[in-house]
């Protein structure tokens, strides 16, 4: 697929809700609920997305970011930010998140097929470049913003203001 269809699955265009459209008028006390039978709240799922963009965003720059020993170290022990401002920092650190990720997708052919260091077994038997960790990243986000468009609907909040499918 072409840098441009990755930049619009990056910004949730096409079949993808806009990720960011889904928490930026969140509240603290929304952003921090779990509905009965989900098993994390849209806090939880925006810090886990963050982690990740910026573990693999460390790892393209050539640092080595220790990988998780347990799958609970990419998730943040509370459900809730335990103030707005955290919340806040939150939202805006995923919004930089993806801009970087976006601008990385227009990097030149011979950069986004770089050859990225694994940090863990599990990336020795899978493409490790730029452009895969990008394609990556798109997939990750899909699923987890899935997630919160879930959650929303459950906490009744949903589409979000800017827009979302309401099939």
Same mark, same amino acid.
Request: hydrophobic share 35%; aromatic share 8%.
């Given at each position: 697929m072409s840098q441009r269809t990755l930049v619009e699955l990056l910004h949730g265009q096409g079949a993808h809700t806009d990720p960011q459209a889904c928490i930026e008028d969140l509240s603290l !006390? +929304?952003?921090?609920? /779990? #509905? =009965?039978g989900? $098993?994390?709240?849209?806090?939880?799922? &925006?810090?886990?997305? %963050? *982690?990740?963009? =910026?573990? =693999? +965003? /460390? /790892? &393209? /720059?050539? @640092?080595? #970011? $220790?990988? $998780?020993?347990? !799958?609970? @170290?990419?998730? #943040? !022990? %509370?459900p809730a930010p335990s103030t707005d401002a955290e919340w806040k920092t &939150?939202? &805006?650190? *995923? !919004?930089q998140l993806i801009a970087t990720h976006v601008a990385m997708a227009d990097w030149s052919p011979e950069e986004l097929n770089r050859r990225v260091e694994a940090t863990h077994p599990s990336h020795e038997t899978r493409s490790s470049t730029v452009l895969a960790i990008l394609w990556g990243t798109v997939a990750h986000n899909s699923y987890h913003v899935g997630q919160i468009a879930q959650v929303r609907r459950a906490l009744g909040v949903w589409p979000p203001p800017r827009g979302g499918d309401t099939w």
């Amino acid at each position: 697929m072409s840098q441009r269809t990755l930049v619009e699955l990056l910004h949730g265009q096409g079949a993808h809700t806009d990720p960011q459209a889904c928490i930026e008028d969140l509240s603290l !006390a +929304l952003a921090g609920r /779990r #509905p =009965d039978g989900f $098993p994390h709240s849209i806090y939880q799922l &925006t810090w886990h997305m %963050n *982690f990740w963009m =910026d573990y =693999d +965003l /460390r /790892r &393209t /720059r050539g @640092e080595k #970011p $220790p990988y $998780p020993r347990h !799958a609970s @170290e990419g998730w #943040p !022990a %509370n459900p809730a930010p335990s103030t707005d401002a955290e919340w806040k920092t &939150t939202v &805006t650190r *995923f !919004a930089q998140l993806i801009a970087t990720h976006v601008a990385m997708a227009d990097w030149s052919p011979e950069e986004l097929n770089r050859r990225v260091e694994a940090t863990h077994p599990s990336h020795e038997t899978r493409s490790s470049t730029v452009l895969a960790i990008l394609w990556g990243t798109v997939a990750h986000n899909s699923y987890h913003v899935g997630q919160i468009a879930q959650v929303r609907r459950a906490l009744g909040v949903w589409p979000p203001p800017r827009g979302g499918d309401t099939w």
